[in-house]
């Protein structure tokens, strides 16, 4: 069992080169906005969408640890000044070490003005209708970049698995395809 953990700010391309690695590995790929476009037309982005949010990952995590599947990709926003993401992740990678699984790190970095670009690309939009608003999802990245640090420093993660890709002028495919290649999927 592996978890793929595909983490970076906004519109760095998480979900598209999970897409790829998906393509290319036996893992499946559960992007975070799967719950969050499930449950947004109904709360809003309030506090009670984010709760069930994580209550509807985490049984998917524990039934996926459990399971005969070869693992998982999933992706996310770290806010590396958020004790709470750090819990958040902890938990997450408790979950499937305590049952055996290995647990894989892969940071995504690009520049600002390519992340703005690559929020208007039809596959994001057609994958997260949240962003379909793409004025205010670009506002939204920008409060972001302000009040969060959404990359690490170097050497601030120490996990065995970890591989920190700078993709502002790489395709998703040359990214999934460094992935593969660094952890042997």
Not at 26 to 53: Q, R, T, Y
Not at 101 to 107: A, D, H, N, S, T
Not at 116 to 130: A, Y
Not at 143 to 161: G, V
Request: charged share 30%; with cysteine; hydrophobic share 40%.
């Amino acid at each position: 069992m592996k978890l793929i953990l595909i983490f970076g700010p906004q519109a760095v391309g998480k979900m598209t080169v999970g897409q790829k690695l998906e393509e290319i590995t036996d893992l499946k790929l559960f992007h975070n906005h799967m719950i969050i476009e499930l449950l947004s037309p109904f709360l809003g982005f309030s506090p009670e969408m984010w709760e069930l949010s994580n209550l509807f990952r985490q049984k998917i995590f524990e039934a996926v640890s459990k399971s005969d599947s070869n693992g998982l990709i999933f992706t996310f926003v770290w806010a590396f000044d958020s004790k709470e993401d750090w819990e958040y992740v902890k938990t997450v990678c408790d979950i499937f070490e305590g049952k055996g699984g290995e647990v894989y790190f892969v940071e995504l970095e690009a520049d600002f003005n390519e992340r703005i670009e690559r929020n208007k690309t039809p596959n994001r939009l057609d994958h997260k209708p949240s962003k379909r608003n793409v004025e205010q999802s670009e506002y939204r990245m920008r409060i972001a970049a302000e009040n969060h640090r959404l990359n690490s420093y170097d050497d601030e993660i120490t996990k065995e698995h970890f591989l920190k890709i700078n993709n502002t002028n790489l395709t998703p495919e040359e990214v999934a395809s460094s992935i593969k290649e660094k952890f042997a999927l």
